[in-house]
């Protein structure tokens, strides 16, 4: 049996990590940091950070905008700093102005203001501070610096307009005019931009047999339409407006939504399992995160889909979803499953004092020996409220202490994993029954590494024989919407026939599609897709006739060898 003093022993061997002084860009929730520029032997960027991190549209009175201009190589501000600060979204400049500071970190009050009236929104925006002396145009404010325990009585410049009125994903572009001396001008502008997403809480309802339920989507990138609710598999859709050309794709860190359903409705109880879909394609596990403990009362389930996972989508459905203006989101509830779990707190690294961090590792008891098990950390603070934009390391190891594996994250400069909303899983391969050890070294939250709740710690748990190799099966996929947007384009000749034959290859392919028993014919010299398969399309998206009369065209065309699917 461990002896839980060695286990600190170890895990400080393991995770004995260099100072974590970033030098790369990261996305948190309210915070971004941009890619370095080398500036007079330095790497320097800017770190743009909203107070609070998690804000929603209608909740917010004001917000503080910090910029920070610093040095990578030594985690060190530059002084006496020209900012010009831009706020962008959905493509419209909502403002633009200097400002000026004194050690290398600038705040700004946010004010939201509603009811602009001009054609341009950036025209209702309105800046306060006073023009420095020496940075002409700059705004200032002399007094108390600010810091991250005094921003409601610190000297800071104010802006006051439509900004945060919407819900999505706001740009925040700053340029370094001038730095080290207010009168030092650079003669080539230092230019970043960071990327904060603000929520928007839709309202909507589901109507059973016997009561109607309230379901809330809080949007974190744009307003969502669409909302289904399919009895018959409780699944639940919704789509937004997204860009899925590849240059753009390319800039998108996470996409992120929450699906907040009653506990009390059957199929979205407490100990639920879950599966997501976008566009059709089943995402990854670890995309999918299920909250129970924010509230007694509902259960939170997180779209959480990283860039890594919008790039399989695209690679998946090929060219076609490229000009697919829209995504598509399905959860779909699994049975419920008997977790087990273990808990322990963590303790700093110095005195071994405990540090205001508990740790709950979680996982379906059908898994064991033999099975890749999707473990599911999960991060609490003193009052057990979920521990957000947590970044950390962890390791499996078993009774002979040999390291099965330990996740670092991706960049050696910037490590740890994050858990943005305190939660977050992982899948190792547990190779055989026994007694096996988890190690967690929480390195602190947000891009700062706040070390408030870092600390180490250990669990064991023992795992035994696998009861089932795999999840339960959903019952067959509902043709997504992207589908439909499609055979529109096609029959409106906005794409060609190639693009749309190749999403209903996929489809068919993916038994998304369900065609009956077809012979794949040889083919004619023309190949031409007739009219009315075009017109069936065009009627098919309108919905002026059902599925089957659309899968007869594509019977069709797989019959006279027009299109073929591969097995």
């Known amino acids: 049996m461990y002896n839980k003093f060695a286990l600190f022993i170890t895990i400080i061997g393991i995770f004995t990590i260099p100072a974590l002084i970033p030098d790369v860009s990261g996305h948190g929730l309210g915070g971004d940091q941009a890619p370095p520029i080398s500036f007079g032997g330095m790497e320097v960027t800017v770190r743009t950070e909203l107070t609070p991190s998690d804000i929603t549209v209608g909740e917010l009175k004001s917000a503080n905008m910090q910029i920070r201009f610093f040095d990578t190589l030594t985690d060190t501000n530059l002084d006496k700093v020209t900012y010009r600060v831009e706020v962008w979204h959905s493509g419209e400049l909502l403002a633009r102005n200097l400002f000026y500071d004194l050690d290398g970190r600038l705040d700004v009050k946010l004010t939201p203001k509603a009811d602009c009236n001009k054609d341009n929104l950036h025209q209702c925006t309105v800046y306060y501070g006073s023009e420095?002396?020496?940075?002409?145009?700059?705004?200032?404010?002399?007094?108390?610096?600010?810091?991250?325990?005094?921003?409601?009585v610190c000297a800071r410049p104010g802006i006051t307009g439509p900004i945060f009125l919407e819900g999505g994903l706001y740009q925040i572009r700053v340029d370094i005019e001038a730095a080290t001396s207010p009168k030092t001008v650079l003669a080539n502008l230092l230019s970043y931009e960071t990327f904060v997403s603000v929520a928007q809480d839709q309202n909507f309802m589901i109507q059973t047999a016997n009561a109607e339920v309230p379901v809330v989507i809080k949007t974190y990138y744009d307003e969502v339409d669409n909302f289904k609710f399919d009895q018959s598999d409780n699944s639940i859709s919704f789509d937004m407006p997204f860009d899925w050309s590849p240059d753009y794709v390319d800039l998108v860190q996470v996409v992120h939504e929450e699906v907040r359903v009653p506990k009390t409705f059957a199929p979205y109880a407490e100990g639920k399992q879950f599966k997501g879909y976008v566009n059709g394609i089943e995402i990854d596990q670890r995309a999918l995160l299920n909250d129970p403990y924010s509230y007694d009362d509902t259960n939170i389930v997180?779209?959480?889909?990283?860039?890594?996972?919008l790039k399989k989508i695209n690679e998946t459905l090929g060219e076609s979803n490229y000009d697919n203006p829209k995504m598509d989101l399905k959860l779909v509830p699994l049975s419920a499953v008997e977790k087990q779990s273990t808990e322990f707190y963590l303790v700093d690294t110095t005195n071994y004092e405990p540090v205001p961090t508990t740790v709950n590792i979680s996982w379906d008891g059908n898994y064991g020996a033999g099975d890749e098990i999707p473990f599911e950390i999960t991060f609490f603070d003193e009052y057990r409220e979920l521990i957000r934009d947590m970044r950390y390391v962890i390791s499996f190891i078993d009774e002979n202490d040999k390291v099965l594996e330990t996740f670092m994250g991706n960049d050696p400069q910037m490590p740890g994993i994050v858990a943005t909303e305190g939660i977050d899983v992982k899948k190792i391969y547990v190779p055989s029954q026994g007694v096996y050890r988890i190690d967690i070294r929480a390195l602190g939250t947000g891009l700062a590494y706040d070390e408030t709740y870092a600390g180490i710690g250990s669990g064991i748990i023992e795992l035994g024989p696998s009861l089932a190799k795999t999840l339960p099966d959903t019952k067959p996929t509902a043709i997504p919407n992207w589908i439909k947007n499609n055979a529109e384009w096609w029959a409106a000749g906005q794409i060609d026939d190639g693009s749309f034959v190749q999403g209903i290859q996929y489809l068919v392919k993916e038994d998304i599609l369900k065609i009956p028993p077809t012979s794949q014919g040889q083919g004619t010299s023309s190949?031409?897709?007739?009219?009315?398969?075009?017109?069936?399309?065009?009627?098919?998206?309108?919905?002026?006739?059902?599925?089957?009369s659309f899968i007869q065209g594509i019977q069709f065309l797989i019959k006279e060898g027009i299109m073929r699917v591969q097995s």
Request: proline letters at 4%.
């Open 132 to 152: 420095h002396v020496s940075a002409p145009g700059a705004l200032f404010v002399q007094g108390a610096e600010c810091n991250d325990d005094n921003l409601d």
């Open 302 to 309: 997180h779209f959480l889909i990283t860039n890594q996972e």
């Open 527 to 548: 190949n031409e897709i007739p009219a009315w398969i075009k017109n069936n399309a065009g009627w098919w998206a309108e919905g002026a006739i059902d599925d089957d």
